[in-house]
């Protein structure tokens, strides 16, 4: 036979307080004596206590919780992500609900279409794509809205995102004034726009000092590696290869591997999205750090200040990156060989990227 759950009734009468002392202290409502909030606590804990947080919304006719759509938990950046949405939430008294798009649009409408029905009090979304799939649904229920990493187009919505262009340009230059010539930059998709923002720092920073090819190689480690792997093993190899997220640095490594280059000697490796791995590995990797967290606490600052009721014009937030320099991206022992140069395979430029 099962016990019966315990009730606020019996977690008040274990800690000696009334049933609103329980509920203030649960729900961050009002300020409670940390003598007897501690009490409080303690019986939650003893007697195994969970909220029915169904029931509390109705009562109070304020949702508490709010939703997540990410394209990838598997994806350290977005681990990173939520873990400091999931901190200031619970400051602030919220719940989250998480869910991944798996980076398919289809998914993100129908993940999104789950949300509503919990009725949050908002949503933070990292689109998967340019557009947010099922979005309408969301506006048209009047559920505050935030867009964080990548920006959606077209649309009024408040949005936080990295500065891409200045870190791309700057890390660019990084590799110029190492004496890299051919840099060889491996995108998952070009068509992201926080992608596409970066293949435009990296332009803008090369002009003309630097040759600059583009390439595509899909958004898992399996299909990095192996197109990688392709480009690096035919015909002339760059002298940098600057890869615009984490998985694609991963598979580079592999490629690097597979055709026996070395780094730097032959080539200098350089990417977006430093992480504690890159530190680790022989010679450690230069990086672009995004500074994630502040990433997740602007968002959530953005996500309550609307939940309050802010009627201003929508924010579009850029937050400054730093520059991680190590030895992967260490100068080039050879100048570059204008004959070489003018050799190299015909220049990549992605479509609307100039």
Same mark, same amino acid.
């Given at each position: 036979m099962t016990s019966k759950l315990p009730s606020i009734r019996t977690v008040a009468s274990c800690a000696g307080v009334s049933t609103a002392t329980v509920s203030n202290v649960l729900n961050a409502r009002r300020s409670v004596a940390p003598e007897l909030?501690?009490?409080?606590? =303690?019986? %939650? *804990?003893?007697? +195994?206590?969970?909220?029915?947080?169904?029931? #509390?919304?109705l009562r109070s006719r304020k949702s508490t919780v709010a939703g997540v759509v990410v394209p990838d938990l598997a994806n350290p950046f977005f681990g990173t992500f939520i873990s400091a949405l999931e901190r200031a939430a619970r400051r602030d008294g919220y719940e989250l609900l998480i869910v991944s798009s798996g980076g398919d649009q289809a998914q993100e409408a129908a993940r999104l279409r789950t949300l509503l029905t919990w009725r949050p009090a908002g949503l933070i979304i990292v689109p998967c794509g340019n557009e947010v799939a099922g979005l309408d649904a969301a506006i048209a229920a009047r559920v505050p809205l935030v867009a964080a990493d990548r920006f959606p187009a077209g649309l009024a919505m408040d949005m936080v995102a990295v500065d891409n262009r200045a870190a791309a340009a700057d890390l660019t230059r990084h590799l110029i004034e190492g004496g890299r010539r051919h840099i060889l930059a491996a995108a998952s998709d070009i #068509?992201? +726009?926080?992608?596409?923002?970066?293949?435009?720092?990296?332009? =803008?920073?090369?002009?003309?000092?630097?040759?600059?090819?583009?390439?595509?190689? +899909?958004?898992?480690?399996?299909?990095s590696r192996a197109r990688l792997t392709e480009r690096l093993g035919t015909g002339l190899p760059p002298d940098a290869l600057f890869t615009l997220n984490n998985v694609t640095t991963l598979g580079a490594l592999g490629a690097i591997a597979a055709t026996g280059?070395?780094? !730097?000697?032959?080539?200098?490796?350089?990417?977006?999205?430093?992480?504690?791995?890159?530190? *680790? %590995? #022989? !010679?450690?990797?230069?990086? %672009?750090?995004?500074?994630?967290?502040?990433? +997740?606490?602007?968002?959530?600052?953005?996500?309550?200040?609307?939940?309050?009721?802010d009627t201003a014009p929508p924010e579009q937030i850029r937050l400054a990156c730093t520059l991680e320099i190590r030895d992967s991206s260490a100068p080039a022992r050879r100048s570059a060989d204008s004959t070489a140069i003018g050799r190299w395979a015909q220049q990549i430029r992605p479509d609307g990227i100039s």
């Open positions: 909030a501690d009490r409080v606590r =303690a019986a %939650v *804990a003893e007697l +195994g206590y969970i909220a029915d947080l169904g029931a #509390s919304r #068509s992201i +726009g926080n992608i596409r923002e970066r293949c435009d720092g990296i332009l =803008a920073a090369a002009g003309t000092e630097a040759e600059v090819e583009f390439i595509e190689v +899909g958004h898992t480690l399996t299909d280059l070395r780094v !730097p000697q032959d080539l200098a490796l350089a990417g977006f999205d430093d992480e504690e791995w890159m530190r *680790a %590995v #022989s !010679p450690p990797l230069t990086a %672009v750090r995004q500074p994630v967290e502040q990433l +997740g606490a602007e968002a959530w600052r953005r996500l309550m200040a609307r939940i309050g009721g």
